[in-house]
T-cell receptor, first 113, second 118 residues
Framework: SQQGEEDPQALSIQEGENATMNCSYK?????LQWYRQNSGRGLVHLILIRSDEREKHSGRLRVTLDTSKKSSSLLITASRAADTASYFCATDAEETSGSRLTFGEGTQLTVNP | GAVVSQHPSWVICKSGTSVKIECRSLDFQATTMFWYRQFPKQSLMLMATSNEGSKATYEQGVEKDKFLINHASLTLSTLTVTSAHPEDSSFYICSALNLAQRSTDTQYFGPGTRLTVL
């Protein structure tokens, strides 16, 4: 079963605005990862945050992790039309072996030019 | 680096036939590969974990006799959908763990294979 839940399911913003997507999960994790998927394509790894980290940055991306609330957020600053895609969080649960990932339901982001 | 390819990128087949999908790590070795299935507008569901030289580990509810996985080398895993039916139509995506980067836990994803069963 899917562990991750994401909100919002869909987000539409104007170019230049910031986009924030949230992810919640149920069990203890080793790490949480964010991926991007353009329509009909494979996944692109964006960022991995370990359970002992609270915040991580990569370019225009900022990810936070709150293990006490079992939640994470992905912030994309100064969005561009090219950021239009589906964004998924995925958790590597502590209880499972072999780096198996459980994906959230995803957020469809539309950035309007 | 860390490129994963899939072949074919799309396939249309008749009901009852078998379809093989290949997943290759092009510039790294992968002892572990994963197979996912994604239905339209849904998330990825892990089907199985493929380990080089050993049997695949299937997730609950995934029929191992229907979805045959072979991981015969450090760069190739194959998924064969046997006796395919229209409900097997989906987007199949593989990913691979870089043997040389196990500490990073990063999976590298292939571009996916669109299977349509008529």
């Amino acid at each position: 079963s899917q562990q991750g839940e994401e909100d919002p399911q869909a987000l539409s913003i104007q170019e230049g605005e910031n986009a924030t997507m949230n992810c919640s999960y149920k069990t203890s994790i080793n790490n949480l990862q964010w991926y991007r998927q353009n329509s009909g394509r494979g996944l692109v790894h964006l960022i991995l945050i370990r359970s002992d980290e609270r915040e991580k940055h990569s370019g225009r991306l900022r990810v936070t992790l709150d293990t006490s609330k079992k939640s994470s957020s992905l912030l994309i600053t100064a969005s561009r039309a090219a950021d239009t895609a589906s964004y998924f969080c995925a958790t590597d649960a502590e209880e499972t072996s072999g780096s198996r990932l459980t994906f959230g339901e995803g957020t469809q982001l539309t950035v309007n030019p | 680096g860390a490129v994963v390819s899939q072949h074919p990128s799309w396939v249309i087949c008749k009901s009852g036939t078998s379809v093989k999908i290949e997943c290759r790590s092009l510039d790294f070795q992968a002892t572990t590969m994963f197979w996912y299935r994604q239905f339209p507008k849904q998330s990825l569901m892990l089907m199985a974990t493929s380990n080089e030289g050993s049997k695949a580990t299937y997730e609950q509810g995934v029929e191992k006799d229907k979805f045959l996985i072979n991981h015969a080398s450090l760069t190739l895993s194959t998924l064969t959908v046997t006796s395919a039916h229209p409900e097997d139509s989906s987007f199949y995506i593989c990913s691979a763990l870089n043997l040389a980067q196990r500490s990073t836990d990063t999976q590298y994803f292939g571009p996916g294979t669109r299977l349509t069963v008529l």
